[in-house]
């Protein structure tokens, strides 16, 4: 995103990879997308 163009948008901190493990089986199933942290807290 670039820097400036909307005042109510709060900025990226992190992004990373998720992965979801199974709470049944145990099993991982990895790139199951981005996540995005802002720094107000929320994520996408």
Same mark, same amino acid.
């Given at each position: 995103? %670039?820097? @400036?163009? /909307?005042? &109510?948008?709060?900025? +990226?901190?992190?992004? &990373? !990879?998720? !992965? $979801?493990? &199974?709470? +049944?089986?145990? =099993? +991982?199933?990895?790139?199951? @997308? %981005? /996540? $995005?942290?802002? !720094? &107000? @807290? =929320? /994520?996408?």
């Amino acid at each position: 995103m %670039i820097k @400036g163009i /909307r005042s &109510d948008v709060s900025n +990226v901190v992190q992004a &990373d !990879e998720f !992965e $979801y493990k &199974d709470p +049944v089986d145990s =099993s +991982v199933s990895k790139h199951q @997308g %981005i /996540r $995005y942290l802002f !720094e &107000d @807290g =929320s /994520r996408l």
